[in-house]
């Protein structure tokens, strides 16, 4: 057990950092070629056909990238009203069940989706659908968006095991509130 929790930590480590700084060098370009655009457009009546829709498609890439960082560090779905209040009234074994639940939860809710776009990846691709500007193909939006809820399936999958293996260990009598609260 211990051999996983190892592995799982640093690949978990492994995907916060280097998805981490993917997508904050990409949101940090585009937000900068966006006010390029702005630039452009009112002080000197040009713009990119292209640039609009170049933006719209990469933020959104880059922020189903980042879902896995803020899953890695369960950031992403939260539910502390109810876990606060199980919390408090001292049912920390309902705690340590809901975390599992919840994690079992987002690996099937991400994978589904994972798994289940890929018709619509192969139809962008075979279709050759792109943006209004026609110039940016759709299909590698469609499999960032993919490998986005993939890789928050394979951490919330990890985490899941995580999470069995702190509850047969009876570590939810010693866990913090702030270790609890992050589900």
């Known amino acids: 057990m211990d051999g996983f929790l190892a592995f ?60 896995c960082v803020t899953q890695v560090r369960r950031s992403h779905l939260v539910m502390n009203a109810i876990i606060q209040l199980l919390h408090s009234r001292g049912h920390l074994k309902a ?3 809901a975390k599992i639940v919840v994690s079992a939860g987002i690996v099937l809710f991400c994978g589904a989706i994972g798994i289940t776009g890929w018709p619509t990846l192969e139809y962008a691709f075979n279709r050759d659908l792109s943006t209004y500007s026609l110039l940016i193909p759709l299909w590698p939006f469609y499999l960032i968006l993919m490998a986005g809820f993939l890789l928050m399936a394979l951490v919330a999958l990890l985490q899941t095991v995580e999470d069995i293996i702190s509850f047969a260990r009876g570590e939810y009598l010693d866990a913090e509130m702030e270790l609890t609260t992050d589900v």
């Open 8 to 67: 799982s930590s640093k690949l978990k480590e492994l995907i916060h950092t280097v998805l981490g700084w993917v997508s904050s060098v990409i949101l940090l370009i585009l937000t900068l070629f966006a006010l390029l655009e702005i630039v452009r457009r009112y002080i000197f009546g040009v713009v990119f056909e292209w640039g609009q829709d170049g933006i719209i498609v990469g933020m959104v890439a880059a922020v189903a990238l980042y879902f």
């Open 95 to 97: 705690v340590g069940i």
